[in-house]
């Protein structure tokens, strides 16, 4: 049986991560420099044979698995868009300000700014932050109408969609002997998959496109080399210099 590689990459620079919003289940478009991204991504992943490919199902995800598909030299393979691949669900906190709202989350869970939580938990304060604005959510802090079915996500809600969507991912990989399987979701929905994968993973830093490589093999996942690599994109944009 072949043991497939996941390359697990965020999205590209949206116009919500310029201005400091909260993006999750929301589209907002990709910028100028966005779409630069992706160019510089594909083409440092020129050489790499992907046998199959996934997104989230918002634009954001799709665009950049697209493009880094057709600038690596790997156009004929389609992108299949999976939802449980998507970002965290903020709920009534969408659109609002990331600082802002931080600000809420820390707060809820007994912290006054982020260094104090950073040094108490680590950078899974980052995951734990989830569970805070799901709580504020269903008590309705922020006095929205929203439905209880479109209120923010927990942790564990989203552990357990990314898990299902890549264990879907995996087995598919190898019933097909698939070698490479390029897949596209967002930071936060990322790290509480990897997460599962290896609670001590450090989750320090997870730029647009930067891709953590996994081993699939006999239902376990293993992360390969570092967590959130820009190689990728570093070896693309200096070829464009070359």
């Known amino acids: 049986m072949t043991s497939p590689t996941i390359y697990l990459a965020r999205h590209t620079e949206t116009t919500s991560n310029t201005m400091g919003l909260m993006q999750g289940w929301s589209d907002f ?3 100028q420099h966005g779409h630069e991204i992706i160019k510089c991504f594909g083409l ?3 050489g790499i044979t992907f046998n199959a490919a996934y997104s989230g199902s918002l634009p954001r995800h799709y665009q950049t698995a697209r493009g880094a598909l057709d600038y690596s030299g790997n156009g004929s393979v389609a992108v299949k868009q999976d939802p449980d691949l998507r970002e965290d669900n903020f709920g009534s906190f ?4 990331s600082k802002e709202t931080n600000l809420a989350g820390l707060k809820r869970l007994g912290y006054s700014s982020m260094a104090t939580a950073l040094a108490d938990r680590g950078t899974k304060i980052n995951l734990d932050l989830q569970d805070a604005w799901h709580d504020l959510d269903a008590e309705n802090a922020l006095n929205t109408d929203l439905a209880d079915q479109d ?3 927990s942790s564990a809600d989203v552990r357990k969609r990314m898990n299902r969507a890549m264990r879907r991912i995996g087995e598919d990989a190898v019933k097909q002997h698939a ?5 596209v979701s967002s ?13 001590d993973t450090d989750f320090t830093g ?3 496109t930067a891709v953590t490589k996994l081993c699939y093999e006999n239902g376990t996942f293993r992360i390969i080399g570092k967590v959130a690599s820009m190689e990728y994109y570093e070896r693309g944009k200096a070829s464009l210099s070359e």
């Open 29 to 31: 478009p990709i910028t």
């Open 151 to 153: 209120r923010a996500e």
């Open 94 to 97: 969408e659109g609002r300000e």
């Open 44 to 46: 440092g992943l020129k």
């Open 179 to 183: 070698g490479n399987i390029l897949v």
């Open 187 to 199: 930071g936060l929905s990322i790290r509480q998959f990897l997460f599962l994968v290896n609670p």
């Open 206 to 208: 997870l730029q647009n």
